[in-house]
C-alpha cells in the first residue's frame, strides 16, 4: 500500500522506530533529524501537554528549513503518578526505571505536532501499560542487551521489552513511537493525501 501526497511530508525525527511506522502506514515521507535539546518537564506541566511541547519543538526546527512541505514532530514519554521515565542515562538507572515498572500499570503519552509552517496541528495519545513482575536476573540481563538505552521508560515493547508486558489498553504503535493511525487521519484532514473524495484517484 502506498498513498500519495500533493505536498512534501517530512518525519522530523531520527527515530527509526517512527521511520517505520510512516512506511508501515504506506504514507510517502522523507527524514529530516530536528537539532533540538530537550528541555525538562516544566514544574506544573502534565505529560501529554509536555510530549506536544516537545513534538512542537521538533517539527517547527525541521519546518524552519523547509518551506511548502508539511512536518512531523513526535515525542514519547513514559510516566506514573506524575513521575516522568525519559530515555535512561545509564545501565543502573535503566534498572531502576523497570524495577519500578514491574508489577504495575504505567502511562505512555505520545505528543505529535504536525505543521505546515503556519498552523500546528497538535495532539497525543495516551496508552495504558501494565507490566509484570519480573525476576531481577531478567531484568539485568534486558538491560545488558543495551535495548533500553535509547528508549524512554528504558524498554522498547517492540524488542525485548515485550517480555514485560502484561496488557496495554491503547494504541500499540504510539507506544512505540508515533500513532500513525493518528497521524494519518490529521493529513487526510489537511487534503496532504491525494486520492480523497473529490480528487483524481
Ligand atoms: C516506550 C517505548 C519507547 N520507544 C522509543 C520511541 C522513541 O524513539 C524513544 C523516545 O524518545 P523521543 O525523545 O520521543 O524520540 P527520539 O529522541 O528517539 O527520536 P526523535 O526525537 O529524533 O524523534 O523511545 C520505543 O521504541 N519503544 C517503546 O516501547
Redesign the pocket.
Known amino acids: 500500500m502506498e498513498f500519495k501526497t500533493n505536498r512534501q511530508v517530512i518525519l ?4 527509526p ?2 521511520s517505520e511506522l510512516m512506511g508501515v502506514a504506506g504514507i510517502p515521507f522523507i527524514v529530516r ?2 537539532q533540538v535539546e ?1 528541555p525538562p518537564i516544566r514544574e506544573g506541566e502534565n505529560p501529554e501537554d509536555y ?1 506536544e511541547r ?1 513534538a512542537r519543538l ?1 517539527a517547527r526546527d525541521v519546518a524552519e528549513g523547509e518551506p511548502g512541505s508539511v512536518v512531523i ?6 510516566h506514573q503518578d506524575g513521575r516522568v521515565y ?2 535512561p542515562s545509564d545501565k543502573e538507572e535503566a534498572k531502576a526505571f523497570l524495577e519500578s515498572l514491574c508489577g504495575s500499570v504505567h502511562s ?1 503519552s ?1 505528543g505529535v505536532c504536525v505543521t505546515d509552517g503556519d498552523q500546528d496541528r497538535m495532539f497525543s495519545v495516551t496508552t495504558e ?1 501494565e507490566f509484570r513482575d519480573v525476576p531481577g536476573w531478567v531484568i539485568d540481563r534486558y538491560v545488558d542487551s543495551g535495548d533500553p538505552m ?4 528504558a ?5 525485548g ?1 515485550a517480555l514485560f508486558v502484561k496488557e496495554i489498553r491503547g494504541d500499540y504503535q504510539a ?3 508515533l500513532p500513525v493511525a493518528d497521524v494519518f487521519e490529521v493529513l487526510e484532514e489537511m487534503g496532504v493525501i491525494a486520492g480523497g473524495e473529490g480528487d483524481e484517484p
Open positions: 522530523a525525527s531520527g527515530s522506530r517512527r533529524k530536528p530537550e510530549a516537545l521538533k514532530g513526535s515525542d514519547t514519554v513514559v525519559g530515555k505512555v505520545t501499560v535509547d528508549k524512554a521508560g524498554y522498547g515493547i517492540q524488542s521489552g507506544v512505540v513511537g
